[in-house]
T-cell receptor, first 113, second 114 residues
Framework: AQSVTQLGSHVSVSEGALVLLRCNYS??????LFWYVQYPNQGLQLLLK??????LVKGINGFEAEFKKSETSFHLTKPSAHMSDAAEYFC???????????FGTGTSLTVIP | KAGVTQTPRYLIKTRGQQVTLSCSPI?????VSWYQQTPGQGLQFLFE???????NKGNFPGRFSGRQFSNSRSEMNVSTLELGDSALYLC?????????????FGQGTRLTVV
């Protein structure tokens, strides 16, 4: 069985501060991990993904995430928050058959000017 | 290249009615998945279609059904609507259901059941 846990349903950071959104996964097989962002009244947009290879993954808008197998984590970071980063962020794991995502419950990011 | 198109964007239905939602994937994509998003349950997988065949189904009652046409467009149907079916329904389009193909999501259909 696969599942994802996002710690912190709400995170607030000041503009220019580090963004850290936490994600831990549970998977009986090598996981395929994703971060998606959702803006109000919009669908999900892919930020980055880990499938194989390098464990530090760089995505769009300056975000990156590191796959740590020993900690079963895939935390999302951005060195300097921007007002436009305010959104809902979802961590997800894809089944090894590739046909179903399991999403975390989401983290709402607020950026304080 | 046009994105994933979901229609309608908003729907208001009465309990007991049925509803059909539509999803047109990106041109050339043959895999369409459906997800239900609610504040309480988050994003939950409904079903996935690939080349007109349902390959996987989530844990939803039989009132939820879907299909995919030869042009890859997909519809989902919910019969005998309940208040708890109020949600944002998202459709995801992929070239094929593989771990290394990106899923593109539509803007969703917001269904309100009154």
């Amino acid at each position: 069985a696969q599942s994802v846990t996002q710690l912190g349903s709400h995170v607030s950071v000041s503009e220019g501060a580090l963004v850290l959104l936490r994600c831990n996964y549970s998977s009986s097989v090598p996981p395929y991990l994703f971060w998606y962002v959702q803006y109000p009244n919009q669908g999900l947009q892919l930020l980055l993904k880990y499938t194989t290879g390098a464990t530090l993954v760089k995505g769009i808008n300056g975000f990156e995430a590191e796959f740590k197998k020993s900690e079963t984590s895939f935390h999302l970071t951005k060195p300097s928050a921007h007002m436009s980063d305010a959104a809902e962020y979802f961590c997800a794991v894809l089944t090894n058959t590739g046909n179903q995502f399991y999403f975390g419950t989401g983290t709402s990011l607020t950026v304080i000017p | 290249k046009a994105g994933v198109t979901q229609t309608p964007r908003y729907l208001i239905k009465t309990r007991g009615q049925q509803v059909t939602l539509s999803c047109s994937p990106i041109s050339g994509h043959r895999s369409v998945s459906w997800y239900q998003q609610t504040p309480g349950q988050g994003l939950q997988f409904l079903f996935e279609y690939f080349s007109e065949t349902q390959r996987n189904k989530g844990n939803f009652p039989g009132r939820f059904s879907g299909r995919q046409f030869s042009n890859s467009r997909s519809e989902m149907n919910v019969s005998t609507l309940e208040l708890g079916d109020s949600a944002l329904y998202l459709c995801a389009s992929r070239d094929q259901p593989s771990y290394d193909t990106e899923a593109f999501f539509g803007q969703g259909t917001r269904l309100t059941v009154v």
